[in-house]
């Protein structure tokens, strides 16, 4: 994934958000937008992220109703789902949805961050070369 790519991260804990935000500057991405809830990443759809980080518990409107709408404007964006709940049925939903992959709060080390973006590069190579 080119460093330079944006990547928006919506949750509306913003302890997490910065713990991510952090991560990925660590990383080296420089390109990253926040959002406190799913209406205003739907509502900045049109900036063209490459990646989202979307938390699952929000107000408003959850992540599998913000994952519906991001699919339906951009269905080949890579969406990484996020929670706190270790609940498998909400991985099979999102996964279901579109979702690249799912993160689990609780494992979100810098290491699990890195291996999902460059399985996820290296998934694209593999589609692209297909």
Known sequence: MN??????????????????????????????????????????????????????????IDGIEVLRKVKAHLPDINVIFCTAFEDLSIAVDAIALGSYDYLLKSHASPQAVKSILNHMVEFKSIEINS
């Open 3 to 60: 460093l330079n790519e944006r990547i928006f991260l919506v949750d509306d804990d913003p302890f997490w958000t910065s713990v991510l935000y952090k991560t990925l500057v660590e990383l080296g991405y420089r390109n990253l937008t926040c959002f406190s809830n799913g209406q205003d990443c739907v509502n900045s759809l049109h900036l063209n992220p490459s990646t989202i980080f979307l938390d699952y518990q929000m107000e408003e």
